[in-house]
């Protein structure tokens, strides 16, 4: 049979008078009553009786002796009392509430509760039943409880074993995750305050001189924060860092009552401090700091647990620092390859500067043979290149005892160019230049000046297989010397300036030369002018004699003499032949002499081409040749002197009627090319060879074995059609290949 403890308590209630639940001895007892009580006695449940009085208040009437066991109150000394009389007023308001809850609802109920008998807290498992008077008013209340404590502590132990985990874990997440050192100290602060459920966590860090400051905190609202102070434990230098050194820990749950120094006390004090518990960080073998917990109003009682994981904490936060160490070690040879990477990127782009220099010297000695702009533009290029003070370029005389600072550019050192100096007075410099070896060393700047102004120079020698011509002089604002680097560009530039000085020596020698040439060709072209002015004289008398000998004749006379009419045709032809030499001799010099610019008009290539070569059409009937004309439709107008073409045309046809045979044929095609007008006159039935045709453009060059029908001709026809080409900006070449001569002439708009 089961009985239920409460059931049997409260039969034992109603059966038994009241001294019974009380402990009073009894004389006579029944064997129920007997049994009922050994269960109250010996039950292993707690067993406690409540009277509800008339006011509604609560006294305690009785406990069995197991509730007397757990809670160590004897149930004498309970009888009587109120809850307030035995519990806090926290505790005694909540068991107050449930037993009012007990009569209000006027049925058992059960619940569970912390409670501390005696600074003690234990947790119960209470069930609560009413008794009813013949009323049925609840006059008494009997509860069972079971102590918990065992089944809470392992739970509670599970809990903060699993939150320790899952804070341990996060930290060592944020570690692996490469997060900010800062972004782990928060955060940990945070995690651990609330874990704790303190006041305040702080990360401390030593400093180099034995402070410390403060950089990372969590703290409740009504803590003043600490972060980013920077404070001095004056105890800290002596035994405590000593303490700390070895690793050890400080627990403090009262600074009052830890025996600490009074110094320690008074600074703990003066930032709020009530319970401390303080653990060593190390990074590697060095203490690098702290990690403390703190409650700062009250006392703390720091559990044995929460001390481990601090240490824990402690370790990771080490691994942390020591993680955030090497990488800012990488990050710091990130930064120290990468300026390397730059100083190998500013060499290799100074090599394509200077590259780029050499290049740009190369062409301009190419292109222009002024050797002063060439190398007044590298000094200036040199000082822009390697961030100089001062380029100058010397030349030596041709007896190398002088030299002259010949090219220069200054920033804001004085002006030299044009100095000359003696190479004795210098002997200990040049001897080495001399012998074509660069030079360096370090020179202070002479005048006064308020701090001693010293300045890195470098000659590196100009020469080539010929010999020595000069030095380029280089001036560091700096004492920082020249390297090998340098050193070697530098003087690849001088082996450009000693081609720019060769070529400009050369260059004045060739144009004396030009000089002189050009005034033989004065002389030349002022003779020929003279002669042919001096021709023309007697060839006009002659011409007039010859038409002055046929007047007076009479066509009688003329007759009877057969050799007559021969001889004036004769002199007719010569005096002609020998005007139109004049004539192109005058000409051809005087588009060689500078003439005047040509007289441009606008010309229709279709309705301008058109007479003129019809005017050859008898000529080529007579010599049995096919004389053809095409002109392009949309060629545009041409500006250009319409005379000097009109020569140019006419003599090309003349040439080509010349040397064109019986039954073949001259083909006129005008056309535009690109942005130029192209007039090409080609004949059939003649083929050049290279020889003819690299001389058929001279003076009285003559292709007398071409020529079928032995035209007589100055000689001067191609060279004066070559001439005037040019001076209308155009340009004319021949070719002759497949049995047929093309001659053509362009002409740009």
């Not at 010859?546 to 032809?573: F, K, Y």
Request: proline fraction near 4%; glycine fraction near 4%.
């Amino acid at each position: 049979m089961n009985i239920n403890p409460v059931e049997s308590t409260m039969e034992l209630t109603k059966l038994s008078p009241p001294q019974i639940l009380f402990g009073t001895e009894v004389d006579e007892k029944s064997s129920s009553e007997q049994f009922l009580l050994s269960m109250y006695d010996s039950v292993q449940a707690s067993i406690f009786v409540v009277d509800v009085l008339e006011d509604g208040d609560f006294r305690y009437v009785a406990l069995n002796p197991t509730h007397e066991r757990w809670i160590g109150i004897r149930s004498d000394d309970l009888r009587g009392k109120k809850p307030e009389d035995i519990l806090s007023p926290i505790d005694a308001a909540r068991v107050r509430q449930h037993y009012t809850d007990c009569v209000h609802f006027g049925t058992t109920i059960s619940y569970e509760q912390c409670l501390q008998f005696q600074g003690i807290p234990t947790w119960w498992s209470t069930t609560l039943t009413p008794l009813k008077d013949t009323n049925s008013r609840i006059y008494r209340l009997i509860g069972t409880s079971s102590n918990t404590t065992p089944v809470k502590q392992a739970e509670q132990a599970i809990r903060f074993q699993a939150e320790r985990e899952q804070l341990l874990e996060a930290i060592a997440g944020r570690i692996h995750q490469y997060v900010e050192l800062e972004t782990i100290l928060h955060q940990t602060t945070i995690e651990l305050r609330q874990f704790l459920n303190c006041d305040r966590v702080l990360i401390y860090r030593f400093e180099a001189d034995g402070s410390g400051v403060i950089i990372a905190e969590s703290c409740v609202a009504a803590i003043d924060p600490l972060l980013g102070k920077n404070i001095t434990d004056p105890c800290l230098g002596g035994k405590h860092a000593e303490h700390y050194g070895r690793g050890c820990i400080q627990v403090v749950e009262d600074i009052y009552a830890a025996r600490l120094h009074p110094c320690h006390i008074d600074l703990l004090a003066s930032l709020q401090i009530r319970a401390n518990l303080v653990v060593p960080i190390f990074q590697e073998q060095d203490m690098w700091g702290l990690l403390i917990a703190q409650h700062c109003h009250q006392t703390r009682q720091w559990q044995q647990t929460e001390t481990d994981l601090l240490k824990q904490l402690a370790t990771q936060i080490g691994i942390a620092v020591q993680q955030a160490e090497l990488h800012q070690q990488i990050k710091d040879l990130k930064v120290k390859m990468e300026l390397q990477k730059q100083k190998h990127t500013n060499q290799l782009q100074q090599v394509r500067n200077f590259e780029a220099l050499v290049r740009r010297m190369t062409e301009q000695i190419r292109d222009s043979l002024d050797e002063t702009q060439v190398l007044q533009t590298l000094t200036q290029e040199l000082v822009q290149l390697l961030n100089l003070e001062r380029c100058q370029i010397e030349l030596y005389s041709t007896c190398q005892t002088l030299v002259t600072i010949t090219y220069e550019y200054s920033i804001n050192l004085p002006q030299c160019q044009g100095l000359t100096r003696q190479i004795a007075d210098r002997l200990e410099v040049y001897q080495s230049l001399l012998q074509k070896q660069p030079l360096q060393f370090l020179e202070i700047v002479p005048g006064w000046q308020p701090k001693l102004l010293v300045m890195s120079q470098m000659a590196c020698p100009i020469f080539d297989t010929q010999g020595i011509l000069g030095n380029i002089w280089l001036t560091r604002p700096s004492q920082e010397a020249f390297d090998e680097f340098e050193i070697e560009l530098v003087q690849q530039v001088a082996n450009e300036c000693a081609i720019a000085i060769r070529q400009a020596q050369l260059y004045k020698q060739t144009q004396a030369q030009v000089k002189e040439l050009e005034k033989c060709d004065r002389l030349k072209n002022q003779f020929l002018r003279t002669l042919s002015q001096e021709l023309r004289t007697p060839i006009t008398s002659i011409s007039l004699a010859v038409q002055t000998l046929e007047s007076v004749l009479t066509p009688a006379e003329i007759s009877d003499i057969e050799i007559i009419p021969q001889l004036l045709q004769i002199l007719h032809n010569e005096c002609g032949r020998e005007s139109k030499l004049i004539n192109d001799l005058l000409t051809l010099t005087y588009l060689e002499a500078e003439p005047d610019p040509p007289t441009l008009i606008a010309i229709d290539f279709q309705s301008w081409l058109h007479p003129i070569i019809e005017s050859f059409r008898d000529l080529t009937n007579c010599q049995r040749q096919q004389l053809n004309l095409r002109v392009d439709h949309a060629l545009p107008l041409l500006e250009t002197d319409i005379t000097d073409l009109e020569r140019i045309v006419t003599e090309l046809l003349n040439h080509t009627c010349k040397y064109t045979p019986a039954g073949e044929s001259i083909t006129v095609y005008a056309h535009l090319i690109g942005d130029a007008v192209e007039l090409s006159i080609t004949n059939s039935g003649i083929e050049l060879t290279s020889n003819e045709l690299s001389r058929i453009f001279e003076p009285f060059y003559h292709l007398s074995k071409h020529d079928p029908w032995k035209h007589s001709g100055t000689g001067l026809e191609l060279a004066l059609v070559q001439k005037m080409v040019r001076h209308l900006g155009g340009s004319i070449h021949v070719n002759s290949a497949a049995g047929q001569t093309t001659f053509t002439v362009r002409f740009p708009f």
